[in-house]
Structure formats: C-alpha cells, structure tokens
C-alpha cells in the first residue's frame, strides 16, 4: 500500500516535471484561474438582477454550485489519468504498458495524467464555500464543520467514481462516451437551480442514480437549515462511496473484458 | 528444467465486420456482422533458461498474440501456459516483476522527461534496491553507450539512441526472460550490430532468456540458437536455424530473404 502510495507520487512528480518542459506553463494556471472565475458569474449577474428566488439567495445557490465545483475539481485533480483514460490510453495500447508493471492498474492509471493547474478549481471552490457560508450565517460549529468535510469527500469519491465509470464502460464502446456529460457537466448544472423548484422525476434521478443532490443539496440543507432533517447531511459520504464502488465494478469488468478480448 | 512452458494454447479473436452491399454505411451502424477469426489453434512448446529463441512468422501470423500470452497482457481461451512456475495471467504482479518487455513501435520511456527521470520511475515500479540500482544503470548504460544521453528527455533522442535506451530499461531489474517484439525495427546499420552485440553479451552473462520477434532474418540468424515459425496460429517449425536453411534453401549461398519467402509460400502462409 505505502510502496503503491509511493508510485503515484512518483507518476505525480514525472507528470509535473513534464509539464515544465514546456515553456508557458504558468500561462495555463492562469488560464484555467480565469475560467473558474468565469464560471460563477452567471449566478452573480442573474440574482443581482432579479433578486432572490423565494428563500433562495445567490449566496445558497453560489454554496451548492462551489461545493459541486470543489468535488469535481478534487476528482478530477487526483484522477485525471482515469478522466483522459477513454481517449488516450485505450486507442493508443499504451494499457498494455501498465499491465506489464507489477504495480497496481488503478495506481497507475490515475497517475497516468497529472495537472497542478487543474487543483484552482478546487481551490476556487473552497474560497467561495467559505465566503458563502460567513454571508449566510452559518455557525462554524464542529458537527457543521465535519458534515462539510463529509460532504466534500462524498462528492470528490462520486466524480472520481464517474471518472472510473466511464474508463471501465470505455473498455466495450471506446467512443460514444458522451453521456459521460450527464454525470459531469449536467450535475454541476443541476445545482444551480434552487432544488426544490427541480421536477420531481429529475430530482429522483440526481438522488438514486447519480447522488450529486445527496452530496451537495442534503449537506447544505442541514448546515444552512434550510429545512428537512439534519441528518440526512450525513449521506453524502456513503452515498459517494457506493457510487465509487460500482465505478470499480465496472473498471474491474472492463479490464477482464480487455485481457480476455484484446484491444 | 523448462522455464516456459506452454500447451494446447488456443486464442481467438471477435473481428467486426461491415455489411457488403448497398446502405452497407448505414446498416453497419446498427447491425454488426461477427466473425471469429483464430489467431493461435493450440500452440505448444517450452523452453530452458538461458535460451535465445527467434520467433518469425509472416504478419497476422499470431506472433504477438503469443508474446502477449506469455507476458500475462492477454488470456488464452484454453491450454496452459507456465512461466517460472506460474500463470501470467492469473498472477499478474509477480509474473511481470520477473520480466521484461521491449515493444520496438512503442516506447515505455516518459517521453517529455531526461531518461535518467525514467530510470528513477521504474526503480520504484520495480522495487529495485538503491545500491542495485546504482550499479545496474550504471553498467548498462556503459554496455549500451548512453551514459552522454541520460540527461535528454526522450523525445529529442534518435531511434537508435532510443531504442537502446528501452533496452536498458526492461533491464533494470533484472528480468529472467526478455521478450524484444521488433527491436531493430528501423534501426541503421551500426545501431543493430551493436543491438544484437550486446543483446548476445547480455545473454551470456546474466543468463537471461531472450525471445524475440522480427522480420529480420540476420537478427535471427546472429542471435537466436532457436528459430520457431509461427504460421496461421500453429508452430510450424521449431530447432536450429541451419537446419530451416539447409530445409529451404534451393541453391547454395542464396539470399535468406529468399530462403523465407520460399518457405512461407511452400507452407502456404
């Protein structure tokens, strides 16, 4: 464990030093620091032009949007290599390569890519909840504190478990990945519109099937008492740990399927 | 004793079609015609340690797909396939700690990063000792001259300053068996005497098994002791190389190229 822990440093370092072989690589934070500004802006101009929505200020909807945000920003820091697998690794027979080296596939694979700029959407993230969170009132107290770190986690285990979903299902259709968006960029998208207002066959499907609701709107709820019980804010961790679970499964099916078919 | 071992080694391969004929585009979309196409139909032999063995055969012939067997990358549908004692497939890790694998088409060297990076990456993919290390990158950076390459990122380097710069990686932690898929693919001249030079060295003085697959006829016949012929997923000939020559060959003193081709057609390949 603590030798394969040691190999993903490695692939991480190997990955960093890459990048600063190109010259411009400071421009690329940057650039990605300019997007992530960019992003939130929509809530900003919308709500400072019509004002709240009933209960729901800009400063709700900007905490659900960050910590949705901050999620993904996690898994897709420290699972890249899985979020680029389906498009690089596959097509080019360079899984080959991983199989013949006696450390773990999942290891190697999420390492396989690494971006330092990638961590300022996080990083946004996190500035925004914190602000979001002073403007609304909230009491930094420790159960509210944990429910947030859990929810984070929860949420940064369902992207990462979609990141390893689709590299699992990309074993069998190597293109036709798309509907991989539904799970990224449309629950990103969901958490922008106040969740009671979301029609009930939509909510359902961003509870049970993909949980971005339970790891994002419960925890917020509970902390921000917004109604509903508190403990359902505790979900959000389980609820992305069984999402991740079944992302495995199907990695592990689809890596059966490639040694036993050949790319 | 043998240390490959391989029986009744059966693998085929779903290969999809397209429809034929008018709207073929369209109706290839939606339906799918399979074929099953048999890429090796029971291959057996074995090995000792120690053995320099060529695998030739024309392309598409299952080569690959046996090498890929052997290194644990893919499973067989029947028969069984030993190495070292165990099933490359079924214990992945410690099968492939054991071995080493040289694509001569793809590289397994980070391509942005000064190869001495590289080196220190697979030290800790293989667990390798630091004074080990020390020792065993520095000998073979000698063997294979590219101690003044060390610090170039891979991409800059020549395919020849490459390709011996991937040799020196597969044999960093000291593998039992070596397995060279085209290694001189694309080589010059003097880069593949010095390949098949130090392949030879390496040989004698470690003792590891070498099996390698070419198009490369003067690579078989420098190196290998054993030439196997591998033609629509059967074995077809396996034991010295002389003796496929003497076999072959119509007239003395005539080309090897010409020897092979003659072969191939005779066993309609």
């Known amino acids: ?263 | 004793m043998a240390h490959i071992e391989l029986q009744e080694i059966r693998k085929t391969y779903k290969v999809h079609e397209r429809p034929t004929g008018k709207w073929s585009v369209l109706k290839g979309a939606f339906i799918r015609n399979t074929k099953i196409v048999q890429a090796l139909g029971g291959i057996s032999f074995s090995a000792n340690q120690g053995e320099l063995v060529g695998l030739i055969g024309p392309n598409g012939a299952g080569k690959s797909t046996t090498v890929k067997i052997m290194s644990g990358i893919l499973t067989p549908d029947s028969g069984t396939c030993l190495i070292h004692g165990r099933m490359p497939w079924k214990e992945r890790k410690a099968h492939v700690a054991d071995i080493g694998v040289v694509f001569g088409q793809r590289t397994q060297l980070w391509w942005d990063v000064p190869i001495s990076d590289s080196f220190q990456l697979l030290r800790d993919i293989y667990d390798i000792p630091k004074g080990d290390f020390q020792v065993r990158s520095q000998e073979l950076a000698l063997a294979l001259d590219i101690e003044g390459l060390l610090s170039t990122p891979a991409r800059q380097l020549s395919l020849g300053q490459r390709m011996r710069c991937e040799i020196a990686a597969a044999l960093l932690h000291r593998p039992k068996l070596l397995f060279l898929d085209e290694p001189t693919i694309g080589l010059d001249a003097v880069s593949k005497l010095a390949l098949r030079a130090f392949l030879k060295e390496e040989n004698k003085q470690t003792g590891v098994t070498v099996l390698l697959t070419t198009h490369d006829m003067d690579d078989v016949d420098a190196l290998c002791n054993r030439v196997m012929v591998i033609g629509h997923g059967q074995l077809l000939y396996d034991g010295a190389f002389d003796g496929l020559k003497e076999q072959y060959a119509t007239y003395q003193g005539q080309d090897i190229d010409e020897v092979i081709a003659a072969m191939y057609k005779e066993l309609a390949l």
Request: with cysteine; glycine share 8%; aromatic share 18%.
């Open chain 1, 1 to 263: 464990m603590l030798k394969e822990f040691r190999v993903y440093r490695q692939f991480v370092r190997i990955n960093l030093l890459s990048g600063l072989e190109y010259k411009g690589w400071w421009l690329m934070i940057f650039q990605v620091l300019v997007a992530t500004v960019g992003d939130p802006l929509a809530v900003i101009l919308v709500f400072s032009r019509f004002g709240n929505i009933g209960a729901w200020s800009m400063e709700r909807i900007l905490l659900m949007y960050a910590m949705a945000f901050t999620a993904y920003g996690l898994g897709e820091t420290l699972f890249r290599g899985f979020s680029y697998f389906p498009y690089r690794m596959i097509r080019s027979g360079d899984f080959d390569r991983v199989l013949l080296r006696p450390k773990s596939l999942f290891v190697q694979v999420s390492a396989s890519f690494f971006h330092i700029h990638r961590a300022a959407r996080p990083f946004m993230g996190l500035c925004i909840i914190i602000w979001s969170l002073v403007r609304l009132d909230v009491q930094f107290t420790f159960v509210n504190v944990m429910v947030l770190i859990f929810a984070l986690a929860g949420g940064f285990l369902t992207y990462a478990g979609v990141f390893v979903l689709s590299s699992g299902v990309a074993f069998f259709t190597i293109n036709a990945l798309d509907w991989i968006h539904v799970l990224t960029s449309a629950s990103r998208e969901v958490v922008r519109v106040p969740t009671p207002y979301l029609p009930q066959a939509l909510r359902h499907i961003f509870i049970f099937v993909m949980p971005v609701l339970v790891i994002i709107y419960f925890p917020a709820a509970a902390i921000g008492d917004w109604g509903g019980a508190y403990w359902r804010g505790w979900l959000a961790l389980p609820a992305g740990a069984a999402f991740f679970a079944a992302g495995m499964l199907f990695w592990r099916i689809g890596v059966s399927h490639y040694k036993s078919t050949g790319s």
